[in-house]
């Protein structure tokens, strides 16, 4: 039999021995007393529970207690993004998790767990705003009002350095100066690179410029001189050091047939990591006319009685040697064409027979690093002997050969591109000076 009538005695200093039950007040959650007081017993109806009221909120008679037991993910600074917890008791809806900054204002986000034991959380915008270092406390409340243990993340600042832009879920730091990068309290993994070096200047009255070194680690591309993709590498929390190697100066002594120079060496040193990509060799020139080796190397230029040159030799995995000048002046008489410089992707072009046009600069190579393809690293166009058309440069930045009495034209910037050569015999002529390089770097954050 229920007791449903309670006299005047009371009955939480006397015995009861029924063996029946207590009536006790039943309704759905929305049939709750509009002014509860503290100790206030009811079922809920909706959820099939005993409930009471602590004073602030209502809560089942018997809860369960909630654990936290790990947060994966991070807290990158300024970057918005998700958390997987993991633990139990989550219950099946409305998990309360609390964000609570040292020293700052707890940030909460209401979930649905995906089970009793996980569920994944937005990070609120005012907890990723907050600075590199900061300690957030992590909690969850389940349904049963109950708060779990507490877990902390601290903030991290994102990689930086160089030009940075995304693609897809890829972060890309696009360096087209010497600076660092530096990452701070992460380890990135699969990290892949693309560092092209400067390009050699055109040869004076002579042969292309050779295109700096190109090397790749990007995947299902390739690196310069017919090479597959080198190994992507990780990188440890440290600063990295990135250099960006400028173009070969090309002589600028009118008529005076001098050597130009080689481009300088792009890098990324740091850690245990170290990658360097030789500079262009630059073109040979009409007193000494041998191309100089490079990451791809420089194009010969015309000597006086013979015309024969040998291309410099490319670097093995950066690029391709310049080309070629067997068809020598052989005395007077018109010039043959000059050879161009070899290109990432390709040898220069072989010089051609007397008063022929000059001859291009080897082809760069393509790559989407940056989620568009580029194609960089072309080597520069040969001189024109006396037919006044100058050698093009090689796809990817190399300079085209300055037609009869014309402007020269530069290796392109940031692309590694070998100079064109001086093609003219006015003395206000002069080669064109090798593009500076560039060094990219891409990862997805852990």
Same mark, same amino acid.
């Given at each position: 039999?229920?007791?449903d009538?309670?006299?005047?005695?009371?009955?939480?200093?006397?015995?009861?021995?029924?063996?029946?039950?207590?009536?006790?007040?039943?309704?759905?959650?929305?049939?709750?007393?509009?002014?509860p007081?503290?100790?206030?017993?009811?079922?809920?109806?909706?959820?099939?529970?005993?409930?009471?009221?602590?004073?602030?909120?209502?809560?089942?008679?018997?809860?369960?207690?909630?654990?936290?037991?790990?947060?994966?993910?991070?807290?990158?600074?300024?970057?918005?993004?998700?958390?997987?917890?993991?633990?139990?008791?989550?219950?099946?809806?409305?998990?309360?998790?609390?964000?609570?900054?040292?020293?700052?204002?707890?940030?909460?986000?209401?979930?649905?767990?995906?089970?009793?034991?996980a569920?994944?959380?937005?990070?609120?915008?005012?907890?990723?705003?907050?600075?590199?270092?900061?300690?957030?406390?992590i909690?969850?409340?389940?349904?049963?009002?109950?708060?779990?243990?507490?877990?902390?993340?601290?903030?991290?600042?994102?990689?930086?350095?160089?030009?940075i832009?995304?693609?897809?879920?890829?972060?890309?730091?696009?360096?087209?100066?010497?600076?660092?990068?530096?990452?701070?309290?992460?380890?990135?993994?699969?990290?892949?690179?693309?560092?092209?070096?400067?390009?050699?200047?055109?040869?004076?009255?002579?042969?292309?410029?050779?295109?700096?070194?190109?090397?790749?680690?990007?995947?299902?591309?390739?690196?310069?001189?017919?090479?597959?993709?080198?190994?992507?590498?990780?990188?440890?929390?440290?600063?990295?050091?990135?250099?960006?190697?400028?173009?070969?100066?090309?002589?600028t002594?009118?008529?005076?047939?001098?050597?130009?120079?080689?481009?300088?060496?792009?890098?990324?040193?740091?850690?245990?990591?170290?990658?360097?990509?030789?500079?262009?060799?630059?073109?040979?020139?009409?007193?000494?006319?041998?191309?100089?080796?490079?990451?791809? +190397? *420089? =194009?010969? $230029?015309?000597?006086?009685?013979? /015309?024969? &040159?040998? #291309?410099? @030799? %490319?670097?093995? !995995?950066?690029?391709?040697?310049?080309?070629?000048?067997?068809?020598?002046?052989?005395?007077?008489?018109?010039?043959?064409?000059?050879?161009? +410089? *070899? =290109?990432? $992707?390709?040898?220069?072009?072989? /010089?051609? &027979?007397? #008063?022929? @046009? %000059?001859?291009? !600069?080897?082809?760069?190579?393509?790559?989407?690093?940056?989620?568009?393809?580029?194609?960089?690293?072309?080597g520069?166009?040969?001189?024109? +002997?006396?037919?006044?058309?100058?050698?093009?440069?090689?796809?990817? &930045?190399? #300079?085209? @050969?300055?037609?009869?009495?014309?402007?020269?034209?530069?290796?392109?910037?940031?692309?590694?591109?070998?100079?064109?050569?001086?093609?003219?015999?006015?003395q206000s002529?002069?080669?064109?000076?090798?593009?500076?390089?560039?060094?990219?770097?891409?990862?997805?954050?852990?």
């Amino acid at each position: 039999m229920a007791i449903d009538k309670i006299g005047s005695t009371q009955v939480s200093d006397d015995a009861n021995t029924s063996t029946g039950a207590f009536d006790l007040p039943a309704g759905n959650t929305a049939q709750r007393p509009s002014s509860p007081t503290s100790g206030n017993l009811r079922f809920n109806s909706d959820i099939n529970v005993t409930e009471f009221y602590n004073g602030n909120v209502w809560g089942k008679v018997s809860p369960v207690t909630p654990s936290l037991t790990s947060v994966t993910g991070n807290i990158y600074n300024s970057l918005a993004g998700n958390l997987t917890l993991a633990g139990l008791n989550f219950l099946t809806a409305n998990l309360v998790v609390k964000f609570t900054p040292a020293g700052g204002s707890a940030s909460s986000v209401t979930v649905t767990p995906s089970s009793d034991s996980a569920a994944t959380v937005a990070i609120p915008a005012a907890i990723y705003g907050a600075s590199a270092g900061t300690v957030i406390t992590i909690t969850v409340t389940n349904s049963d009002v109950v708060e779990s243990n507490e877990l902390t993340k601290t903030v991290i600042a994102l990689p930086s350095g160089g030009t940075i832009t995304t693609s897809g879920s890829n972060r890309i730091h696009t360096f087209n100066s010497s600076a660092n990068f530096v990452v701070d309290n992460i380890t990135l993994t699969n990290v892949e690179y693309l560092v092209v070096a400067g390009g050699g200047s055109g040869g004076d009255y002579g042969g292309g410029g050779g295109a700096g070194g190109y090397r790749s680690s990007v995947v299902g591309e390739n690196s310069g001189g017919g090479a597959s993709a080198e190994s992507r590498i990780t990188m440890a929390a440290a600063t990295y050091a990135v250099t960006v190697g400028a173009g070969g100066a090309a002589n600028t002594t009118d008529g005076g047939y001098q050597a130009g120079n080689n481009g300088s060496a792009s890098s990324i040193i740091g850690g245990s990591v170290s990658i360097s990509s030789v500079g262009g060799g630059r073109g040979g020139h009409y007193n000494n006319n041998n191309g100089q080796a490079g990451g791809s +190397g *420089g =194009g010969p $230029g015309i000597a006086e009685n013979t /015309g024969n &040159g040998v #291309g410099g @030799a %490319g670097t093995s !995995g950066q690029g391709y040697k310049g080309g070629d000048n067997t068809a020598g002046r052989g005395g007077s008489g018109t010039y043959p064409g000059g050879a161009g +410089g *070899g =290109g990432a $992707g390709a040898v220069g072009a072989d /010089g051609s &027979g007397k #008063g022929q @046009a %000059g001859q291009p !600069g080897g082809v760069g190579v393509a790559s989407s690093i940056t989620g568009s393809s580029v194609t960089r690293a072309g080597g520069g166009g040969g001189q024109n +002997g006396s037919s006044g058309i100058g050698g093009a440069g090689g796809a990817g &930045g190399g #300079g085209t @050969a300055n037609s009869y009495n014309g402007a020269d034209i530069n290796g392109g910037t940031n692309t590694g591109g070998g100079g064109g050569a001086n093609t003219g015999t006015s003395q206000s002529n002069i080669a064109g000076n090798g593009g500076s390089g560039v060094v990219i770097i891409r990862y997805q954050l852990p």
